[in-house]
């Protein structure tokens, strides 16, 4: 049986547009994602150990903008990001922003302040629960920042590794846009 | 014809959009599999590799046994030890070196793709010809371009055939070299 070259291309772009706007479909009717999407939620409150043995909570940082940071000593990208991290908390700690580490590790606090150590992080790191991590929506994967304004609202979530830029552009939100909330409460 | 067609094309496209949907865009989550593994022979009384190839799902890769860096958690296979079957080492590839849009200048050694792996089986002498399974683990550390997923371990099960060694051929008895005349 001869088959008309034209029919099987005609065939072939049909099932392409069929993938295209199918997918689009599918992806419209995925479920939303779980914990904070970054749209004002209020921050879950925690209380964890640092790595120095103190109880730490995330309402102990309401007033300042917070980057909390979820991160494990085995994940390569994190790594890649906690050297701006430092540099980000010197210049932009005066001006209110306090970034916070949680280590979602099965090393030991001795394993996880060694490796904060040898990355001279200047900010609290502590040792994160599953508990934590499920109230910020699970944290599936490594690195996930939530960007915390300074009413311990989430104006932003971040998965994965991103670049340096951009979280400088969201910790200049954070630290901007709260102030202004700030200044209006003032008021 | 072309009805038939464009319903089969209907049939692949709805099906493809559907699975496409269940992992949202950069919501993945990662997969090593053991891919099928033929019964191997394994002769009594020696050891025997046995190998089993694995796939990582594409787009993602795991540490190999041997990572760049020592924080970095290597890929490792443990099977369970039966009394008269020992269980030599593990045999690893190497990994990639690979560098990543996270780390361009860093080179890390991963394995993607498909990977094998090499049990050596060595049955003790005494043990009776049959099938035997073995059971066990692959631990793995999984990867993308962007982030990192907690570790895993993926349930490993092969089987072997004992078989009987087959005796040694019988020589000819040397002939003299010697030419007599």
């Not at chain 1, 997918?23 to 939620?41: D, I, S, V």
């Not at chain 2, 046995?50 to 993602?60: D, I, M, P």
């Not at chain 2, 990543?100 to 003790?124: C, D, H, I, Q, T």
Request: contains cysteine; hydrophobic residues 40%; proline residues 8%.
């Amino acid at each position: 049986m001869k088959r008309d070259p034209v029919v099987i291309i005609v065939v072939a772009m049909v099932v392409s547009l069929m993938l295209v706007i199918g997918m689009n479909l599918a992806r419209k009717r995925t479920p939303p994602l779980e914990g904070p999407q970054g749209r004002g939620e209020v921050a879950p409150d925690f209380a964890l150990q640092s790595l120095d043995g103190k109880t730490v909570h995330l309402s102990d940082f309401r007033g300042k903008a917070v980057l909390l940071n979820f991160w494990a000593t085995w994940c390569a990208p994190c790594k890649i990001e906690m050297p701006w991290f430092v540099e980000l908390q010197k210049e932009y700690g005066p001006q209110g922003l306090q970034i916070v580490g949680v280590a979602m590790d099965d090393a030991s606090p001795t394993d996880i302040a060694d490796f904060a150590k040898e990355m001279s992080v200047n900010y609290p790191v502590l040792i994160g629960k599953e508990s934590v991590g499920d109230a910020y929506g699970g944290v599936q994967f490594l690195p996930e920042t939530f960007y915390i304004d300074r009413n311990g609202r989430v104006v932003s979530r971040a998965f994965g590794l991103k670049g340096r830029g951009e979280i400088e552009d969201d910790i200049k939100k954070i630290v901007a846009s709260n102030l202004v909330q700030a200044q209006k409460q003032v008021r | 014809m072309l009805n038939n067609i464009a319903k089969t094309a209907f049939f692949i496209a709805v099906s493809a959009a559907l699975l496409y949907g269940q992992n949202p865009p950069g919501r993945k989550v990662p997969s090593v599999t053991l891919l099928p593994t033929p019964v191997a022979n394994v002769f009594r009384g020696r050891g025997n590799p046995v190998e089993l190839q694995f796939r990582v799902q594409s787009g993602f890769h795991i540490n190999s046994n041997k990572p760049a860096a020592e924080y970095l958690i290597p890929t490792t296979l443990k099977i369970d030890a039966q009394t008269d079957i020992m269980l030599g080492g593990v045999t690893y590839p190497e990994g990639e070196q690979m560098s990543f849009a996270f780390a361009p200048e860093e080179k890390l050694s991963v394995y993607s793709g498909n990977f094998s792996l090499s049990v050596m089986v060595r049955p003790l002498a005494s043990v009776l010809p049959g099938r035997y399974a073995f059971r066990g683990e692959l631990k793995y550390q999984a990867c993308d371009n962007a982030a990192c997923y907690p570790p895993k371990k993926l349930p490993v099960r092969f089987e072997v055939k004992v078989v009987k060694p087959s005796p040694p051929r019988r020589k000819n008895p040397a002939q003299s070299p010697h030419v007599h005349n």
